[in-house]
């Protein structure tokens, strides 16, 4: 839990200061360098559960549970300051490979969001509890970031 704290200190000033210097220059650089750090942070803490349950690295109860709750917070806080309309990869080619479909068809994206931050819910409940906990949670977060990435981010 202190090691959350910290990333959703840590997480919400990289938003704010995004948000603050994207409005105030019309640009969205800091926006899309906080976007892709979250996204950093997805990769890096699924990476850990990932591994323990293909059997890559033991399964540690207590860095499991830090990874799941990193996913949990970072699935559920607010992080629209980010994802400012306007910073897609059309309208800014090269920058980033967020489609503006991301915006135009929003409902769709934040339902999206909605099953992401259940199933990361779900993962900090029993990843503490044994590798089967992991194991049984992993593809629904999986899922959801497949989904949201198919359509939603332009290929590399």
């Known amino acids: 839990m202190k090691y959350g704290f910290k990333l959703v200190c840590a997480l919400g000033f990289v938003a704010v200061a995004g948000m603050s210097t994207s409005v105030a220059d019309g640009h969205f650089d800091n926006a899309i360098k906080a976007r892709k750090a979250v996204m950093t942070l997805y ?26 709750e990193n996913i949990r917070i970072l699935a559920t806080m607010n992080n629209g300051a ?12 090269g920058k980033t490979r967020a489609k503006v479909e991301a915006w135009t068809t929003y409902p769709e994206s934040a339902e999206i969001s909605k099953t992401l931050a259940t199933a990361a819910i779900a993962m900090s409940e029993a990843a503490g509890t044994g590798l089967e906990g992991v194991r049984a949670n992993i593809g629904a977060i999986g899922g959801a970031c497949k989904e ?7 290929s590399e």
Request: contains cysteine.
């Open 148 to 154: 949201c990435h198919t359509k939603f981010r332009e």
């Open 43 to 68: 990769a890096w803490n699924l990476g850990q559960l990932g591994a323990m349950a293909k059997g890559e690295i033991e399964y540690n109860a207590e860095a499991a549970e830090i990874a799941a």
């Open 82 to 93: 980010v994802w400012p309309q306007g910073s897609d990869s059309t309208a800014l080619p």
